[in-house]
């Protein structure tokens, strides 16, 4: 049978960051702005931050005194044509703004803000920039060649390797208020196996109290689910499996005070008591184990330590049997695969019921580790 051992908390590998200079940001027309903005108030003038008195003897039509039409990335406006549509500001509410997916978007010159106008209507997500930007390299930095970060400020590179689009730079932390906006502090392990505090991205299921805190996930919103606890989540059609964490999750209209159908999951919550295959976001929600989780699909489960199983009598395949001898079902009824094997002597995965295959009854249907079956 197909199986994984998954138990690198965000299912990623971490790997030190090398030593070369990081690059800079694509993005570069940001970074300027908001440094203007620090440093005169007016920090959209030209392709560099301009302070000088020479940027104030230009005045555009119905925007900031001292910026020519077609470069403000910043102040009011009445049409695009006042923005610097070359690197993606429009005119939108008012003001020259730049469109976002996620706080990644922003490349650490601020975070992304969902924008409404003055009747309330939702206009989509803007670049809200900061005075304090974050340092190139650091937080809210991509790296996908791995060479991107600030390694002499402790920031390193998570991802699944080079070419990962989706990598981006972080440091350690000991609690969640060491973290930037998006991300929350949990554990992941390195490519020896260790285990280290990190801050991470806000997923899937992660507590939240506004959008901006599960912004660093493009497209995630915060909203209720039916436990009436805020996740970060996404809106979803019901009509389509359109939902994160394969079968573990459900499309429905949870949050009374949003009028959008969004993804929770089938336990009717995001963490259980921690027991087998209760859902987790992070170690702490499996008070005897750990939270371990799917590759593929994202899904994450307690793996509960104080349970132990065998495969006396049973088929094995590299110390593996499905519905071990011990395990219980998981909450969504499937039998429990056990790990009847012990690696080192902390090996947190020794004689554990750690998964269950979530790929249903079909012949054709290839082994999935899961906690929940099809619909």
């Not at 990962?164 to 554990?187: E, K, N, R, V």
């Not at 999951?265 to 371990?292: A, I, N, T, Y």
């Not at 509960?304 to 969504?332: A, I």
Request: aromatic share 6%; hydrophobic share 25%.
């Amino acid at each position: 049978m197909g199986f994984e051992l998954w138990y690198a908390r965000d299912m990623r590998s971490l790997e030190p960051a090398p030593s070369a200079p990081p690059r800079r940001s694509l993005l570069r027309t940001l970074r300027v702005a908001a440094l203007g903005a620090a440093l005169a108030g007016a920090w959209s003038c030209g392709s560099d931050p301009c302070t000088a008195p020479e940027c104030s003897s230009t005045s555009g039509t119905g925007g900031t005194t001292g910026v020519p039409d077609g470069s403000a990335r910043s102040g009011p406006c009445t049409s695009d044509s006042r923005c610097d549509q070359a690197h993606g500001f429009t005119c939108t509410a008012g003001e020259c703004r730049h469109a976002c997916a996620s706080h990644f978007d922003c490349q650490g010159q601020g975070l992304c803000q969902p924008l409404t106008d003055t009747s309330g209507q939702a206009l989509g997500n803007y670049c809200a920039l900061s005075t304090s930007p974050e340092p190139v390299g650091q937080y809210y930095t991509r790296c996908p060649n791995y060479d991107e970060c600030d390694a002499g400020a402790g920031f390193s590179c998570l991802g699944a390797g080079v070419g990962d689009a989706d990598a981006y730079c972080s440091t350690s932390c000991a609690a969640d208020s060491d973290c930037p906006t998006g991300f929350f502090c949990d554990t992941i392990s390195d490519s020896s196996g260790a285990q280290l505090p990190f801050c991470v991205r806000r997923r899937f299921c992660a507590p939240c109290d506004t959008d901006a805190d599960c912004l660093s996930t493009p497209g995630q919103v915060c909203a209720r689910d039916p436990s009436g606890e805020k996740i970060c989540t996404e809106m979803c059609d019901p009509s389509f499996d359109s939902c994160p964490w394969g079968n573990a999750s459900v499309c429905g209209q949870f949050d009374p005070d949003l009028a959008v159908t969004t993804c929770a999951h089938r336990f009717g919550s995001c963490h259980g008591s921690g027991k087998s295959c209760e859902p987790c976001v992070r170690d702490s929600d499996c008070p005897m184990g750990l939270c371990s989780g799917s590759g593929y699909t994202g899904e994450r489960w307690c793996i509960d330590n104080s349970v132990t199983c065998n495969c006396d009598g049973l088929d094995t395949t590299q110390h593996v049997c499905e519905n071990g001898n011990g395990c219980p079902r998981t909450p969504g009824n499937l039998p429990m695969s056990c790990y009847d094997f012990q690696r080192t002597p902390s090996d947190p995965l020794a004689h554990a019921c750690f998964q269950a295959d979530s790929s249903g009854s079909s012949d054709l249907a290839s082994p999935q580790a899961g906690c929940w079956g099809p619909r």
